[in-house]
């Protein structure tokens, strides 16, 4: 797997990702966070970057996964944090996953952990808006998706994971929509303060 990833640093205030990267062709890196902060922007209503981040990537965390899972263009600029000296990334190629069949490069053990963390990221990232949202439509749709009760730890599960993973990916699509169409933002508490406060 290392011989298909790379290591990034950015400096402060540098762009790693943006929106709309990928048109006509596929994106397919997968990024995990190993030192400093990432900030996620979408556009606001204007058609500019909103001032204030979405959300924010800590280490350890999974992130440009919706790309992979859905052969979409990136759909948020994500930006190393300014109060950073460094930021630091490990970028994996996403088609060593996206086979589920084969498993001459990565083990089915390797690929399900690989998969139960993104559906694991996912589902945290909808709870969060779920959380701060809780009238609105989208908020409860990740709950109606069901869950596999299969045997575990066989490729039946692997394929389970990832059309969960799917599912979930495109319910964070439209929360994504709505939050670059301005309405959500002008809520009371701001979306950033409130991960702020969920993550410390």
């Known amino acids: 797997m290392l011989k298909r990833s790379h290591l990034t640093t950015l400096a402060p205030g540098e762009k790693l990702l ?7 062709e596929m ?26 981040p979405l ?17 979409e263009p990136r759909s948020a600029d994500v930006i190393a944090a300014s109060g950073n000296l460094e930021t630091q990334v490990l970028g994996v190629d996403s088609t060593l996953f996206s086979d589920l069949e084969d498993f001459s490069l990565l083990t089915l053990p390797t690929k399900l952990v690989f998969y139960r963390n993104m559906v694991h990221s996912l589902r945290w990232k909808l709870e969060v808006y ?29 394929r389970a994971l990832a059309d969960q993973a799917r599912a979930l990916g495109r319910i964070l699509l439209q929360w994504n929509a709505e939050f670059c169409s301005g309405e959500l933002m002008d809520e009371k508490t701001e979306m950033a303060d409130f991960l702020k406060a969920m993550l410390s």
């Open 130 to 158: 779920r959380s701060q949202y809780s009238s609105h439509p989208l908020a409860n749709s990740h709950r109606k998706l069901k869950l596999y009760t299969g045997a575990k730890n066989c490729v039946e599960e692997l």
């Open 18 to 24: 943006a929106l709309g990267d990928g048109v006509g």
């Open 55 to 71: 959300a924010t990537v800590r280490p350890g965390e999974l992130f440009g996964d919706l790309a992979m899972l859905l052969a």
């Open 27 to 52: 994106d397919h890196w997968v990024y995990f966070l190993l030192r400093g902060e990432l900030q996620v922007h979408v556009n606001s209503p204007t058609g500019g970057r909103a001032m204030r």
